[in-house]
């Protein structure tokens, strides 16, 4: 994982974690890397890691068992809220770089029916 400077990076690590649970690769009941572990993979401050899991305990997307670890919540409705949340956000940004490019609604809506069909075609 590569951290950008346009995002803190402890809201990095949540966004990290949000998208290993969208693609399947967290679940619920899941033990994560300890803070320490995950701290030094990431080469990362341990505070900061400490922030993002504290975020996470909050956000009920994990659970800190003393002694046994941290685990992610078992919360399926969960994920289809991290996953519409995430995709929102992405989109925004792209609706406002495109307008920045000074790109219309109409134009954005032909760029992508374009894109759509391309893939498509790549697809087969």
Not at 48 to 73: D, K, N, P
Not at 86 to 109: C, N, Q
Request: aromatic share 8%; hydrophobic share 35%.
């Amino acid at each position: 994982m590569e951290f950008n400077n346009s995002k803190p990076i402890y809201l990095q690590i949540i966004d990290y974690i949000k998208k290993q649970l969208i693609r399947g690769e967290l679940k619920g009941g899941d033990k994560i890397s300890s803070q320490r572990e995950f701290a030094q993979q990431m080469k990362v401050n341990p505070n900061t890691v400490q922030r993002a899991y504290r975020e996470m305990e909050s956000m009920q997307l994990v659970e800190t068992i003393r002694g046994q670890g941290t685990f992610i919540c078992n919360q399926e409705e969960m994920l289809a809220v991290i996953q519409e949340e995430m995709a929102g956000d992405l989109l925004r940004h792209f609706i406002e770089e495109m307008y920045s490019l000074g790109y219309s609604k109409e134009a954005m809506v032909q760029l992508i029916e374009k894109w759509k069909t391309e893939v498509r075609e790549e697809e087969k």
